[in-house]
């Protein structure tokens, strides 16, 4: 069973253009998380959700928008795509409440940006 | 600003020895500190936590010690093995921050 998964696994989109990612854990988590890892594999928290409340957002462009229509879903849409977004984004969850603890990630979705 | 330092891009260690990774912070109290392994093309998988009152922690090969006066983490893979080949991801947690260092990639030569 797959704990936190996300769709799509790659993304090639075009500068301009919209789009989604997709997240959902099954692992009854109340908190999940969006994170960016750049072409130099830093990996940098976006957004943490708690119980389908915003607990960070980070200095992210409001191009991003995250969506959390329940605890187990977390979506993260992308408007006027830019070359820079190009990054592999991972889904993460964890619990108990809030906090960080250990994190559940997805296998990242590959974004690409021509 | 806070800033993770993980001791160096990459690692090679021989097979059956003990591989050190180090992890320095600086102007940061973390609550704790987390370990993670990531492979090629995978998200991260937590490996171990430790908590700032807490000196050392252990989990089969691994051992993981953390020392808020020298703001330093050091982690420990005993009789390495090929296997343990990956890059590894040292975070600092408080409340709800977290940060993650750029990662090790080590090498356990055959």
């Known amino acids: 069973d797959t704990a936190v998964s996300q769709t799509p696994k790659y993304l090639v989109t075009q500068m301009g253009n919209d789009k989604s990612i997709k997240c959902e854990q099954n692992?009854?988590?109340?908190?999940m998380y969006w994170y960016k890892q750049d072409s130099k594999k830093f990996l940098k928290i976006m957004f943490s959700?708690?119980?389908?409340?915003?607990?960070i957002n980070e200095t992210v462009p409001n191009r991003f928008s995250p969506k959390s229509p329940d605890k187990a879903h977390l979506n993260l849409h992308i408007n006027s795509l830019e070359l820079g977004d190009s990054a592999v984004y991972f889904c993460?969850?964890?619990?108990?409440?809030?906090?960080?603890?250990?994190?559940?990630f997805g296998p990242g979705t590959r974004l690409t940006v021509t | 600003s806070q800033k993770i330092e993980q001791n160096s891009e990459a690692l090679n260690i021989q097979e059956g020895k003990t591989a050190t990774l180090t992890c320095n912070y600086t102007?940061?109290?973390?609550?704790?500190l987390q370990w993670y392994r990531q492979d090629p093309g995978r998200g991260p998988v937590f490996l171990l936590l430790?908590?700032?009152?807490?000196k050392e922690k252990r989990k089969e090969r691994l051992k993981v010690t953390f020392d808020t006066t020298l703001k330093q983490s050091l982690f420990h893979i005993t009789a390495s093995q090929p296997a343990d080949s990956a890059t590894y991801l040292c975070?600092?947690?408080?409340?709800?921050?977290?940060?993650f260092g750029k990662g090790t990639r080590l090498h356990i030569l055959p």
């Open positions: 993460a969850s964890s619990s108990p409440g809030r906090g960080v603890y250990e994190q559940y």
């Open positions: 975070a600092l947690a408080r409340d709800d921050k977290i940060i």
């Open positions: 959700y708690n119980n389908k409340e915003l607990i």
């Open positions: 430790i908590r700032e009152n807490e």
């Open positions: 692992l009854g988590h109340d908190t």
């Open positions: 102007n940061y109290s973390p609550a704790y």
